[in-house]
């Protein structure tokens, strides 16, 4: 088992940014791939970001490059997402993952509350 603990959330201006954590922990050998997703109320879950561990090969969904950027910390095995120039439309639940696979995300966090304000 994988567990991810995510944290940085809050509220904040448009325009502003927020540093989101994932601490993971447990057999993470396990998990080549982590990424960051998000739900906004009533709509599905979407893909934001991911970076392989190892090698660091980026990823990001078209609605956020440019402004948000992944990242890792081997030392501490935690994965970052810096979010710039946030949009009201950014406000969500962010969400933590990890997979072995790429794009089956198995293990994932309980989520953390981001909302941009106008």
């Known amino acids: 088992q994988v567990q991810l603990v995510e944290s940085g959330g809050g509220l904040v201006q448009a325009g502003g940014s927020l540093r989101l954590s994932c601490a993971a922990s447990?057999?993470?050998?396990?998990?080549?791939?982590y990424g960051w997703f998000r739900q906004a109320p009533g709509k599905e879950r979407e893909f934001i970001a991911a970076?392989?561990?190892?090698?660091?090969?980026?990823y990001y969904a078209d609605s956020v490059k440019g402004r948000f950027t992944i990242s890792r910390d081997s030392v501490k095995y935690a994965v970052y997402l810096q979010m710039d120039s946030l949009k009201p439309e950014d406000t969500a639940v962010y969400y933590c993952?990890?997979?072995?696979?790429?794009?089956?995300?198995?293990?994932w966090g309980q989520g953390t509350q981001v909302t941009v304000s106008s």
């Open positions: 970076i392989r561990w190892s090698g660091g090969s980026l």
């Open positions: 993952a990890a997979a072995y696979i790429a794009g089956q995300y198995e293990y």
């Open positions: 447990g057999r993470t050998f396990r998990s080549t791939y």
